[in-house]
């Protein structure tokens, strides 16, 4: 946004500018962002400094890997709308990216779950439960759901009933499909769970549980800022819970006090601190992105619009930093003064204030450049996502967990795709088998 209010550009160093200018979207994922389109040969038209090329080989370098460590067969290639992993009813109000996310990490959770002998998994932060619904209805696991806001618990319900009532219709059109026990639909609980305090409801067994000696697995996908650390916390200050699998996001809702950093390693390193604009940049989806470059469609124009409509934003009131723009729809279709006066309607301002066009054509001619700056920042959002997910390892570790990142989801389809898995006792070789593709 600060693009041309801040000079961004003029923040380069002059040997990074002459690299980047007048590179097209497909060369930036190509060249800078290291991902070429298929059976394209990698070219650089000029010798690029050393700095950025050192730049692009330690982002990479110090990441996690985000590519899982198997080969998977693509389960949508018979239809893009329907895993071929799934069955019909619990593909049914799952969109696709969901349905590959609730398969992977439910398998993922029911392996973890025989190998540390948990007896109930909690999914935190459930929304309308559609990990909670296959982990119990369609792997048998005995899942408790808690879920803040009463709306989704109660569409999570309905949901539970209805497929309910497809599994019946299917056992009877399939009768030689013999269900090997009772099933157990998800214990749906209405409750905000505290960051900063233990949650007494997420400790409770289920009734058709051990009273005694239950334990607990707590899983949450894509749990979001400050909900992701208190599962970490009950992790490692309850004895009834065995053993975590978390999947974060949303790190720019991580609290300054608490949220980050947790382990007296990170805590030590110099400049460990990440202001918000880093934390929101690492929830930014980098091969989606890379992808868009490759097609070079003209929706990367908002990129440009929105940096100009800042500049008059600015000029106009000059304490509103950074405002809200709800989504402005066919961005690439309207001119750019048509798109700044929208925008200063979204944000309560005049949409008739005077323009100065001939700034606005000069704005709109850099938007190569403006694409070239919002690329090199992405390169570090990989680097980012580490560095708060290292923390977060290291913090089990330092409690005396067994504790790994593994990469669960395609990135493709689910960018946040690491997990966080963690046992109070050692797994040993018996850790491999979470890693493995699914039989």
Not at 210 to 226: E, F, I, V
Not at 356 to 367: F, G, V, Y
Request: aromatic share 6%; glycine share 8%.
């Amino acid at each position: 946004m600060e693009f041309f209010t801040d000079n961004l550009w003029g923040t380069l160093p002059c040997s990074w500018q002459e690299a980047l200018d007048g590179l097209n979207p497909p060369q930036l994922a190509t060249l800078l962002l290291g991902m070429p389109g298929e059976g394209e040969v990698v070219r650089y038209r000029s010798v690029w400094p050393l700095t950025l090329l050192a730049l692009k080989s330690t982002a990479y370098a110090l990441a996690f890997t985000r590519t899982p460590g198997f080969q998977t067969p693509s389960e949508f290639l018979e239809n893009p709308s329907q895993s071929s992993r799934l069955t019909a009813p619990f593909r049914k109000h799952v969109r696709p990216k969901k349905q590959h996310e609730i398969r992977r990490l439910g398998e993922l959770v029911k392996k973890l779950s025989d190998l540390t002998g948990c007896t109930q998994v909690v999914d935190v932060g459930s929304g309308q439960g559609h990990l909670s619904r296959f982990m119990s209805l369609g792997l048998g696991l005995m899942v408790k759901s808690i879920e803040g806001d009463q709306r989704l618990v109660e569409r999570a319900q309905r949901l539970d009933q209805e497929l309910l009532q497809a599994l019946e219709k299917e056992e009877k059109r399939n009768p030689q499909v013999v269900q090997t026990g009772p099933r157990h639909s998800p214990h749906h609980v209405v409750r905000w769970v505290d960051p900063m305090a233990l949650c007494e409801e997420l400790l409770l067994p289920l009734e058709n549980s051990p009273q005694s000696g239950a334990r607990l697995l707590l899983t949450g996908l894509h749990a979001c800022g400050d909900l992701s650390v208190a599962l970490l916390r009950h992790f490692c200050c309850c004895p009834e819970v065995a053993a975590l699998a978390s999947v974060g996001c949303c790190y720019m809702k991580l609290s300054d006090a608490g949220g980050y950093p947790l382990s007296q390693w990170v805590a030590g390193l110099p400049g460990y601190e990440l202001p918000y604009r880093l934390r929101e940049g690492a929830c930014h989806a980098l091969e989606e992105y890379a992808e868009r470059l490759q097609k070079a469609g003209p929706g990367l124009r908002t990129h440009c619009y929105r940096a100009a409509l800042e500049t008059v934003i600015r000029h106009a009131r000059p304490e509103l930093r950074r405002p809200g723009v709800q989504g402005i729809p066919r961005v690439h279709e309207l001119k750019i003064e048509e798109y700044v006066q929208r925008g200063l309607q979204r944000v309560g301002l005049d949409p008739q204030l005077p323009l100065n066009l001939a700034a606005l054509r000069a704005h709109q001619a850099q938007e190569n450049r403006v694409v070239a700056f919002f690329s090199l920042a992405l390169l570090l959002a990989p680097l980012v996502e580490t560095l708060i997910l290292l923390d977060r390892l290291l913090y089990l570790q330092e409690q005396g967990f067994h504790a790994e990142l593994l990469p669960i989801f395609s990135p493709e389809l689910s960018p946040r795709n690491l997990v966080l898995v963690a046992t109070k006792r050692p797994l040993g070789e018996a850790f491999s088998v979470l890693e493995t593709e699914d039989s």
